[in-house]
């Protein structure tokens, strides 16, 4: 088995993790009188055990894959980026869609992968106003507008 196996056996971990929990969340009702997550939460599970066997194997068959596996990690710049997102989140209903997605691409643009600030301010506008366009024109879903835009 290849490292790249213990890379999808945790991306289907917690895919499966992710559908049983649905299930769960649906309810699972009686072996007799089944409800709408039983089925959901079966095959949940059936991927995790799965998973879990195809990852064990790949590591079992490669020892130091798993160290090997999170080697060159850039570990400052993926907690930046997680920053960033529960940065949004808090932000987002205060300032609303348009100011807080502008002003989070910007940082993202200089302090994950550093860019001019012509890029940087450019490419995060038009990525915003491309956001806006397609959710809030196009599809009709409400963005927040923020305390500052009422």
């Known amino acids: 088995m290849k490292r790249e196996d ?6 289907w971990l917690l895919l499966g993790a992710g559908v049983a929990y649905a299930g769960w969340d649906l309810g699972l009702g009686k072996l007799r009188d089944p409800g709408p997550g039983f089925m959901l939460f079966w095959v949940g599970l059936i991927m995790v055990g799965l998973s879990l066997a195809i990852g064990a194997g790949a590591l079992r068959r490669a020892p130091g894959a798993a160290v090997a596996l999170w080697a060159g990690s850039r570990w400052r710049k993926i907690i ?12 987002l209903e205060r300032l609303g869609f348009f100011l807080t997605t502008v002003l989070v691409l910007i940082f993202l643009f200089k302090a994950i992968e550093p860019q001019r600030w012509t890029v940087a301010v450019a490419g995060a506008v038009l990525t915003a106003l ?21």
């Open 130 to 150: 491309a956001a806006y366009g397609l959710f809030n024109l196009w599809l009709g879903a409400q963005l927040p507008r923020g305390a500052l835009f009422g």
């Open 80 to 91: 930046l980026v997680v920053a960033a997102l529960v940065g949004y989140a808090y932000a």
């Open 6 to 11: 213990i890379g999808s056996s945790l991306f």
